[in-house]
């Protein structure tokens, strides 16, 4: 079990999590959803394995910056819309 602090507490980290908001944010860019659901899957997998391989209690916004990083090298709009929870539908 992988503990994060986000707001201050200790939760264990939810992969699903990183699923959700990247697959939303890929549908705020107007993705189709079978896309959406490919990058969703592909940037969980890597922030998965990111998380694995840190030691310690990690700060989410570590997490954050690291799907910003592998958002922005797969479309720059989608890590924008994601960095901003900026809404363009």
Known sequence: MKLIVKREKLEEFDERKIYRSCYAVCLNAHYTKQNAKKVATAVTKLVVKWVKKEKGVINSKKIRAIMFKILNKIDP?????????????
């Open 77 to 89: 709009e989608v890590a924008f819309l994601y960095e901003t929870h900026l809404d363009i539908s």
